[in-house]
């Protein structure tokens, strides 16, 4: 597969960084992660990665727009169109609602775009709760061993994707910066690839605001736990001490365990508490069937 003229219009022409050209390809618009100079010796590394079983999605044509480059320390990173393979599945999405406490809302329809967000997260999280041990490992190895072709992962949860049947992908990897310190690194990065920056609360103001209907609750908490054990089986299979894993479980089960109680109360917050409340019933009712209410 190459890039063509009409590719490079189509990517251009879009104000995302990512254009998604078909089943098996994106295009993305952007400064890759190493200069002008560095770059056929990336993309080179990403193919190695790959040939030795890697779970990630390489280049595989590009072409560099001449018309926007930047220059740091007499280097030149140029912005390029990229013909990308894509990878399948999602990354975690944990967008935050932001209200102003000093204005009005129309509580009903805050509260729905809370409890559609909250339910998309958990929905995801069921799905990575359900893959196998053999997936655990596997991210953890190919976390690990891009280290082995001089690249490492960047942990940021949009540089990774999940499907049920292809497990964790990797993309847009960095040149190695850590070496030799992987293991350490990845028992505290692990938790933000898998859960992202965990579940959003609505943010009212400074203060943040949970305000999860039981079983959405009940289930939220089952799925963290689920993966968190995965997740310790995998890091102690491939070397990681397990007081360590323990600790970092311990501090990052806030991203699956919520408080539930508004932090601070002041009367908006209370007013899409209530009207939450009554959202959730309502929708229980009307999808008693779906397998969050049932
Ligand atoms: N190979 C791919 N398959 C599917 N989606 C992709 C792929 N590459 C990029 N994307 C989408 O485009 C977004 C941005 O791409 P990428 O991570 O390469 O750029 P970035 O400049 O590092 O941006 P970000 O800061 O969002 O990570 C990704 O988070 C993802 O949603
Ligand atoms: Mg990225």
Redesign the pocket.
Known sequence: MQLTDEMVELAKGHS???T?YNDEY?L?K??M?VDDAHLDEYIRLMEKAQERGINL?RIVDFRLLDERCDTYGGRKFSQGIYL????PGE?INDEAIWLKPDKDYDYEEIAKRYLHNVISYITELEKRAKASDEVYDKLVKDYLGLESVGLEA?P?P??F?FSESKGY?I??PIPLARKGKMKEAIVGEIWLVIFGFGLKPLMVGYSNYHFLPEDLNAKLVSYGNAIAAKVKRALIKNGVDEDLVNQEIAKNQWRYIVDNQPTEVVDLGIRIAVTLQEVAKNEQKQVSHSCFFD
């Open positions: 995302e960084i990512c998604i994106v993305l952007k400064q992660p999605a990308e393979e894509r990878a990354c960047d940021k949009s540089n994707f992908t993309i847009d």
